[in-house]
């Protein structure tokens, strides 16, 4: 049996190996805690894969990786410490078994653009977090072994804690709280259901002839922050919350004390103006669709009340 490693238990290496594992196809998760969702074709191994050493024996037999770690913090000198040196060192250690690697990637490397993003796009952002994704990008595209690159915009859905649509949004919503948004309430955001980015990596390591692409995770229409809050709150039966916003001015200036609001005054730009993913040419390259939002909401709604329950109990 081929074996398919996960790099990664964050939202998206879990999905990944959950489908994957849920298909038959027996996974190999490397972490460094030796975490991750726990299923009979989920081998759980403790593995810094930043490390060379580590990735021969963990690699073995591997038809395909898919690299799904994160920095340490979200700043740039961190991103720029760790991940470029990560990524090396599964390359070349994947390219000798003759595996593909995917990543997840973000929209980053575009930088602010007018108009939609397609995958034709320039994707040559230099400052900052942004930069890193587009050092990232060439990296990969002089490595010897294959990849894929599969771009998404903000996450949501299962799993997903981390987000704008994550923890900050679908509990606030559920306690019927005042939600406080970043930038713009009422310009158009793309998020991506996660499920959807996980099937799309999946799909793109089987198959060859999209080796050595960019692509675009499936992305339903792009909607308002307002809307998939009101979307939220209908999907959960519950009255729809009052919605303000965090105007970027206000990131800048607690940035003066703060790297954390600092880091996060640099994308505000993704707020402010309307942000809009294109992902119709990669859908029909991968035969696949995104998931109506008010299906991938009610999917994530659930999750999130299963997660009250059991911290409840």
């Given at each position: 049996?081929s074996?398919?490693?996960?790099?990664?238990?964050?939202?998206?290496?879990?999905?990944?190996?959950?489908?994957?594992?849920?298909?038959?196809?027996?996974?190999r998760?490397?972490?460094?805690?030796?975490?991750?969702?726990v299923?009979?074709?989920?081998?759980?191994?403790?593995?810094?894969?930043?490390?060379?050493?580590?990735?021969?024996?963990a690699?073995?037999?591997?038809?395909?990786?898919?690299?799904?770690?994160?920095?340490?913090?979200?700043?740039?000198?961190?991103?720029?410490?760790?991940?470029p040196?990560?990524?090396?060192?599964?390359?070349?250690a994947a390219?000798?078994?003759?595996?593909?690697?995917?990543?997840?990637?973000?929209?980053?490397?575009?930088?602010?653009?007018?108009g939609?993003?397609?995958?034709?796009?320039?994707?040559?952002?230099?400052?900052?977090?942004?930069?890193?994704r587009?050092?990232?990008?060439?990296q990969?595209?002089?490595?010897?072994?294959?990849?894929?690159s599969?771009?998404?915009?903000?996450?949501y859905?299962p799993l997903?804690r981390?987000?704008?649509?994550?923890?900050?949004m679908?509990?606030?919503?559920?306690?019927?709280k005042?939600?406080?948004?970043?930038?713009?309430?009422?310009q158009?955001?793309a998020?991506?259901?996660?499920?959807?980015?996980a099937?799309?990596m999946?799909?793109?390591?089987?198959?060859?002839?999209?080796?050595?692409?960019?692509?675009?995770?499936?992305?339903?229409?792009?909607?308002?922050q307002?809307?998939?809050?009101?979307?939220?709150?209908?999907?959960?039966?519950?009255?729809?919350?009052?919605?303000?916003?965090?105007?970027?001015?206000?990131l800048?200036?607690?940035?003066?004390?703060?790297?954390?609001?600092?880091?996060?005054?640099?994308?505000?730009?993704?707020?402010?103006?309307?942000?809009?993913l294109?992902?119709?040419?990669?859908?029909?390259?991968?035969?696949l669709?995104?998931?109506?939002?008010?299906d991938?909401?009610?999917?994530?709604?659930?999750w999130?009340?299963?997660?009250?329950?059991?911290?409840?109990a």
């Amino acid at each position: 049996m081929s074996v398919h490693v996960v790099t990664g238990a964050g939202p998206v290496g879990s999905t990944v190996a959950l489908q994957l594992a849920e298909a038959g196809e027996q996974v190999r998760l490397l972490t460094r805690s030796g975490s991750g969702p726990v299923h009979p074709l989920i081998e759980r191994r403790k593995v810094d894969v930043s490390q060379p050493g580590a990735l021969t024996e963990a690699f073995d037999g591997a038809v395909a990786v898919h690299h799904c770690i994160h920095g340490s913090a979200y700043a740039a000198r961190v991103w720029r410490a760790e991940l470029p040196k990560a990524e090396l060192a599964v390359l070349e250690a994947a390219g000798p078994v003759g595996a593909v690697v995917v990543f997840p990637e973000s929209l980053y490397s575009y930088g602010p653009v007018d108009g939609p993003m397609t995958e034709a796009t320039p994707r040559n952002a230099s400052a900052g977090k942004l930069g890193v994704r587009t050092e990232l990008l060439a990296q990969r595209e002089a490595s010897a072994t294959p990849t894929v690159s599969v771009a998404a915009s903000d996450f949501y859905g299962p799993l997903v804690r981390n987000a704008h649509a994550g923890e900050r949004m679908v509990p606030t919503v559920l306690a019927g709280k005042t939600m406080r948004v970043l930038g713009s309430p009422d310009q158009p955001h793309a998020f991506t259901y996660v499920p959807d980015l996980a099937k799309a990596m999946i799909t793109a390591a089987a198959r060859g002839d999209l080796w050595n692409s960019f692509l675009h995770a499936p992305t339903a229409p792009a909607v308002t922050q307002r809307r998939l809050v009101e979307l939220t709150a209908q999907t959960a039966g519950v009255s729809v919350p009052k919605v303000s916003s965090i105007p970027p001015w206000v990131l800048r200036a607690s940035g003066v004390v703060s790297r954390e609001m600092r880091e996060l005054a640099e994308t505000s730009y993704m707020f402010t103006a309307p942000f809009v993913l294109d992902s119709s040419a990669s859908e029909q390259r991968l035969g696949l669709a995104p998931t109506p939002i008010s299906d991938g909401l009610g999917a994530t709604v659930a999750w999130w009340r299963e997660q009250q329950h059991a911290a409840a109990a």
